[in-house]
T-cell receptor, first 109, second 115 residues
Framework: GQNIDQPTEMTATEGAIVQINCTYQ??????LFWYQQHAGEAPTFLSY????GLEEKGRFSSFLSRSKGYSYLLLKELQMKDSASYLC??????????FGSGTQLTVLP | KAGVTQTPRYLIKTRGQQVTLSCSPI?????VSWYQQTPGQGLQFLFE???????NKGNFPGRFSGRQFSNSRSEMNVSTLELGDSALYLC??????????????FGPGTRLTVL
């Protein structure tokens, strides 16, 4: 199978740093996507990792270890608007994305 | 550049009926994928179309079908609706379906409620 696991909920404080982890079975995926989804809205692209290592993009960074089947999304200088669901997705064949159940992040003032 | 559009945005149907949802991809995008999102199962892949051909299909019953037109617009159909089909149906478009990573752009979704 190609299960993707991530925590259901996380809470952090405005201005803090939070790391959202994602684990998956190592076979079957070309790389890992991270999407952000606010309630009632469409998912929006945050990052894609196909090589091991850290990709930094402003306040958001994403890390991938292919051998360990592990990825994380790092959010720095948290803002209230970062409260959303964060979806980890494996990139399989023919544009089929396999999504984790999503991590609901709540940022508190 | 206009984003992915989906119509209708909301739909209420009763068990046994059928429904057709529409998706217009971003101009120039030829690949359209459909996903079902429910609180219990999360986002699940339904199928993907490229150049009017279904390239990949997820693990859903045959009641779920789709098609793509020559202008890349896509429709999905669900026949003999069941209560469990209540969900947010999302369509996503990308430029091509070649191997390798490519960002998929999601539409706002169609919220289907089956009574």
């Amino acid at each position: 199978g190609q299960n993707i696991d991530q925590p259901t909920e996380m809470t952090a404080t405005e201005g803090a740093i939070v790391q959202i982890n994602c684990t998956y079975q190592t076979s079957g995926f070309n790389g890992l996507f991270w999407y952000q989804q606010h309630a009632g809205e469409a998912p929006t692209f945050l990052s894609y990792n196909v090589l091991d290592g850290l990709e930094e993009k402003g306040r958001f960074s994403s890390f991938l270890s292919r051998s360990k089947g592990y990825s994380y999304l790092l959010l720095k200088e948290l803002q209230m608007k970062d409260s959303a669901s964060y979806l980890c997705a494996g990139d399989g064949s023919a544009r089929q994305l396999t999504f984790g159940s999503g991590t609901q992040l709540t940022v508190l003032p | 550049k206009a984003g992915v559009t989906q119509t209708p945005r909301y739909l209420i149907k009763t068990r046994g009926q059928q429904v057709t949802l529409s998706c217009s991809p971003i101009s120039g995008h030829r690949s359209v994928s459909w996903y079902q999102q429910t609180p219990g199962q999360g986002l699940q892949f339904l199928f993907e179309y490229f150049s009017e051909t279904q390239r990949n299909k997820g693990n859903f019953p045959g009641r779920f079908s789709g098609r793509q037109f020559s202008n890349s617009r896509s429709e999905m159909n669900v026949s003999t609706l069941e209560l469990g089909d209540s969900a947010l149906y999302l369509c996503a478009s990308s430029y091509s379906s070649l191997a390798g990573a490519e960002e998929q752009f999601f539409g706002p979704g169609t919220r289907l409620t089956v009574l």
